[in-house]
């Protein structure tokens, strides 16, 4: 039963993520863009969390931390390039 | 029908649900009109769904598995710090960029450029503009 569940979700996470894909690449502005990479990463840690539940492994959760981590910084790094011309001021 | 305890069926249904809320806060990204329609289904939806998955992970170890790890609860309290505020710094970066009237989307009702505040100062996002037209070596 988890097995089909964890199926189901999964299958559901790969579909938002080429969605986003989608949304990445006719953007139309750069704001869009950010979002949908930062749509990204979240999608992205999803899919770990799901695939360590599938191995029954707890070996990939400081993957997931980490992208959540740098998913932030580089979402926050891309704002303030578009607000100041600048990352560190 | 075989045997199924009570946390395998809330472990499926919790990863049902985070499942269809990942896919409809992308279809939302996807499909809404203009940026700040758009912040709401990523930001808020998608969100969710990851928590949703986190927590099914969270009973999944301990009840099946037999072991425990603080991990998921790390990365929900991070998602769910960190989303705000990188939704708010896009829209800042929206708002300022159609300040400048640099890609204007007619959908965002400001396409002629920000409205006036009201407040006889101006949008705060340009209050560094001063220091700019000074020419402040950085």
Known sequence: MIGIAVLFAISCVGLAMTMNLWRLARGPT??????????????????IVLMQIQQGSAVYFEAALLLAMVGFVGTVAYCKFLLRGDIVE | MMDVGPFEILISALLVIGGVFALVGSWGLA?????????????????LGVGSLLVASMIFFPAIQGTYSAHELLITLFLFLTAPISANMIAKAHLHRQGRHID?????????GLPDTGLGTGWATFQGLDTDQLNIPR
Request: aromatic share 0%; no cysteine.
């Open chain 2, 104 to 112: 204007p989307n007619p959908m965002d009702d400001i396409a002629e």
């Open chain 2, 31 to 47: 499909r809404m009109p203009s940026l700040m329609t758009r912040l709401h289904g990523p930001t808020k939806v998608t969100t």
């Open chain 1, 30 to 47: 750069t704001a869009d863009r950010i979002l949908a990479l930062d749509t990204l990463t979240i999608n992205a840690i999803a899919l």
